[in-house]
């Protein structure tokens, strides 16, 4: 069964700070690795979506990459700001096993950013 | 404006009680899923309908049940069964099949028990 792990569970950094979020899967059959952005007491909005294929992808300021060999993915944030203070969370699209084609999320990592 | 709608924001349950959790798409989506979620831990599957008149059971379906009469409405009832309904409750929506598959997600449920 896939199981998805972020770490560090959370992480608080001064403001301009660049700063790594960790993501690991136990199974390499997946279609597809997603990193989501929640804000408190809200739904999920889709951050960047890595295929299977692709090594890395970037949107502004945030940056994905994926080695689906070894099970890791991390979301790198450029020159952080108060306002990316939420809750990320990883998901994995799986290809293969009971879980296929359905999503298995990541506990997610609370990140602060302090004026 | 295209999107996925939930309501209510917050819904109480009495003991013994039945409550149904709306979630509604104007995204002419297929697929539609009900999410759990609790303090600390990811999102975990309670059930998902690929389409109209069918549904499947996810990893935490006991003490749930759904319907999908209409490809825009996918509502989640969580019944007397349910021993620990309190969490936070998401419905999301997708196309289906692809590997650039991704998910677009309501702004959730709240359920609190009294």
């Known amino acids: 069964k896939q199981e998805v792990t972020q770490i560090p569970a959370a992480l608080s950094v001064p403001e301009g700070e660049n700063l790594v979020l960790n993501c690991s899967f136990t199974?390499?059959?997946?279609?597809?690795l997603q990193w989501f952005r929640q804000d408190p007491g809200k739904g999920l909005t889709s951050l960047l979506l890595?295929?299977?294929?692709?090594r890395e992808q970037t949107s502004g300021r945030l940056n994905a990459s994926l080695d689906k060999s070894s099970g890791r993915s991390t979301l790198y944030i450029a020159a952080s700001q108060p306002g990316d203070s939420a809750t990320y969370l990883c998901a994995v699209l799986n290809a293969g096993g009971t879980s296929y084609g359905k999503l298995t999320f990541g506990q997610g990592t609370i990140l602060t950013v302090h004026p | 404006d295209g999107g996925i709608t939930q309501s209510p924001k917050y819904l109480f349950r009495k003991e013994g009680q039945n409550v149904t959790l709306s979630c509604e798409q104007n995204l002419n989506h297929d697929a539609m899923y009900w999410y759990r979620q609790d303090p600390g831990q990811g999102l975990r599957l309670i059930y998902y309908s690929q389409i109209v008149n069918d549904f499947q059971k996810g990893d935490i379906a006991e003490g749930y049940s759904v319907s999908r009469e209409k490809k825009e409405s996918f509502p989640l009832t969580v019944t007397s069964a349910q021993k620990n309904p309190t969490a936070f409750y998401l419905c999301a929506s997708s196309i289906i099949g692809g590997r650039s598959e991704t998910q677009y997600f309501g702004p959730g449920t709240r359920l609190l028990v009294l």
């Open positions: 199974d390499s059959a997946i279609y597809n």
């Open positions: 890595i295929q299977s294929s692709q």
